[in-house]
């Protein structure tokens, strides 16, 4: 067989001009920002804010701290119009309004931080929804900074809608007068805070949540890193929400029965108590009483309903408890014993 070779002569110019294009192109996309994108007709942003602070005890000796109630908003590149302002909730978290497509800028601006917008990214909008990396923003002058929780380590962070409280623990610098200096500064979903811009007078910080507080932190006596604040939980200890009576609870009811409902308390003593009820379903009318035990009318059709209760102390702190009720016939599966699987047997090998 005879092999046939085919040869082709480029250029060594052409070469040479490919080279220096690739080189080009290759230089000016060094040159270009990382583009965050969402891809549709509008969009919406989500993203986080954080800032970063010394910490022996964290990892590299630097710590993460997600910020709540900075005010961000997205500026376009080509006009530099600016979209209407959002808030980070407790998580640092925020969404913008709906954008039109264009290329934007995150800005930012909150008390004792620097105000700015994120130099080292753009985000182009083209649809959906676009969440870039979290953006750190710098905190003014010198800053404190630390943790809320209970003894247990959990933080005091709470959200029922329904009977309206939410809220996380905030915390307030005090001078030797055990006057309170400026505003209190909210904590993060993680009990996290941090105290920028700190005045010189300050000797102590107080911790605050669902009315419970906390004796006054030396500042002058508290080591390098994070604070320890320590919040005392003194809410009411909900022992058992029930239906019927304590001794013969009912699980199941009539559809639009009308039954009582009771929430039994560990130490209710001395206390100055409230009480919200909410049933979960709608059924006959219901209103709500500031009492231990209500009558609460069962939806009609059948089903799993829920009727929850929230306990307030005016002292400070709350319990939630619910109680679940099945309306309607019992439904029977099987009431026969399933067949003994017959014992299969493999044959022997010969």
Same mark, same amino acid.
């Given at each position: 067989?005879?092999?046939?070779?085919?040869?082709?002569? +480029?250029?060594?110019?052409?070469?040479?001009?490919?080279?220096?294009?690739?080189?080009?192109?290759?230089?000016?996309?060094?040159?270009?920002?990382?583009?965050?994108?969402?891809?549709?007709?509008?969009?919406? +942003?989500?993203?986080?804010?954080?800032?970063?602070?010394?910490?022996?005890?964290?990892?590299?000796? @630097?710590?993460?701290?997600?910020?709540?109630?900075?005010? +961000?908003?997205?500026?376009?590149?080509?006009?530099?119009?600016?979209?209407?302002?959002?808030?980070?909730?407790?998580?640092?978290?925020?969404? /913008?309004? +709906?954008? #039109?497509?264009?290329?934007?800028?995150?800005?930012?601006?909150?008390?004792?931080?620097?105000?700015?917008?994120?130099?080292? @990214?753009?985000?182009?909008?083209?649809?959906?929804?676009?969440?870039?990396?979290?953006?750190?923003?710098?905190?003014?002058?010198?800053?404190?900074?630390?943790?809320?929780?209970?003894?247990?380590?959990?933080?005091?962070? $709470?959200?029922?809608?329904?009977?309206?409280?939410?809220?996380?623990? %905030?915390?307030?610098?005090?001078? #030797?007068?055990?006057?309170?200096?400026?505003?209190?500064?909210?904590?993060?979903? #993680?009990?996290? $805070?941090?105290?920028?811009? /700190?005045?010189?007078?300050?000797?102590?910080? @107080? #911790?605050?949540?669902?009315?419970?507080?906390?004796?006054?932190?030396?500042?002058?006596?508290?080591?390098?890193?994070?604070?320890?604040?320590?919040?005392?939980?003194?809410?009411?200890?909900?022992?058992?929400?029930?239906?019927?009576?304590?001794? !013969?609870?009912?699980?199941?009811?009539?559809?639009?029965?009308?039954?009582?409902?009771?929430?039994?308390?560990?130490?209710? !003593?001395? !206390?100055?108590?409230?009480?919200?009820?909410?049933?979960?379903?709608?059924?006959?009318?219901?209103?709500?009483?500031?009492?231990?035990?209500? @009558?609460?009318?069962?939806?009609?059709?059948?089903?799993?309903? /829920?009727?929850?209760?929230?306990?307030?102390? %005016?002292?400070?702190?709350?319990?939630?408890?619910?109680?679940?009720?099945? /309306?309607g016939p019992v439904t029977v599966i099987s009431?026969?014993?399933?067949? %003994?699987?017959?014992?299969?047997? $493999?044959?022997?090998?010969?």
């Amino acid at each position: 067989m005879r092999t046939i070779r085919i040869y082709v002569q +480029v250029p060594l110019a052409g070469i040479a001009v490919a080279l220096a294009l690739a080189s080009i192109a290759c230089r000016k996309s060094l040159d270009y920002k990382p583009l965050d994108y969402a891809k549709a007709t509008d969009a919406s +942003v989500h993203g986080l804010i954080y800032t970063e602070v010394d910490d022996p005890a964290a990892p590299q000796g @630097r710590r993460k701290i997600f910020v709540p109630g900075v005010s +961000v908003y997205l500026k376009d590149r080509a006009s530099g119009k600016q979209a209407e302002p959002v808030v980070t909730n407790a998580r640092g978290w925020f969404a /913008t309004p +709906v954008l #039109a497509p264009g290329t934007y800028s995150i800005c930012w601006e909150a008390p004792r931080y620097e105000p700015g917008c994120a130099t080292d @990214r753009d985000v182009s909008v083209e649809s959906a929804v676009v969440t870039p990396a979290p953006v750190a923003i710098r905190a003014k002058g010198k800053t404190i900074f630390g943790r809320v929780t209970f003894s247990n380590g959990a933080p005091c962070s $709470f959200s029922a809608p329904v009977f309206g409280l939410e809220g996380n623990a %905030k915390v307030a610098l005090v001078d #030797a007068q055990d006057e309170v200096l400026g505003q209190p500064i909210a904590t993060n979903i #993680a009990g996290e $805070f941090i105290v920028s811009d /700190t005045p010189g007078n300050a000797v102590g910080i @107080r #911790a605050e949540c669902d009315g419970m507080k906390t004796d006054q932190t030396n500042l002058q006596d508290a080591k390098p890193g994070a604070l320890r604040v320590n919040l005392r939980n003194t809410a009411p200890r909900i022992a058992q929400v029930y239906a019927g009576s304590a001794d !013969r609870p009912l699980r199941r009811a009539g559809p639009g029965e009308t039954i009582p409902i009771t929430v039994a308390l560990r130490d209710a !003593r001395k !206390r100055d108590l409230h009480y919200a009820w909410h049933p979960s379903a709608a059924g006959a009318p219901f209103v709500s009483r500031d009492a231990p035990t209500v @009558r609460w009318t069962l939806p009609k059709s059948a089903g799993t309903h /829920t009727i929850y209760v929230v306990v307030e102390d %005016k002292a400070g702190g709350h319990s939630i408890g619910r109680v679940d009720v099945v /309306t309607g016939p019992v439904t029977v599966i099987s009431a026969e014993p399933s067949p %003994k699987p017959a014992a299969h047997r $493999f044959p022997r090998p010969r």
